[in-house]
């Protein structure tokens, strides 16, 4: 039923939420660059897209549910 479904979608919304801003966070600092392999660089900038497209389609779903 909707109610379910909302909650699903919020609890997946607050697992995503800080995931994107740990990730967002670490690409930001000024040392990043320079202090993390290129190898794991690439493996973060990854998985913030992976999160961020994750997080998209989920609030995506919750609008969509919330116009029901």
Do not use: C, F, H
């Not at 109610?3 to 670490?26: D, G, N, T």
């Not at 990043?32 to 900038?45: A, L």
């Amino acid at each position: 039923n909707k109610e379910q479904e909302q909650a699903r979608l919020s609890k997946e919304i607050e697992r995503l939420e800080p995931k994107v801003e740990e990730y967002a966070r670490k690409l930001l600092d000024p040392d990043y660059e320079t202090k993390v392999p290129e190898k794991v660089r690439v493996s973060n900038t990854s998985k913030l897209a992976g999160y961020r497209s994750e997080l998209a389609t989920v609030l995506e779903a919750m609008e969509k549910l919330s116009k029901l």
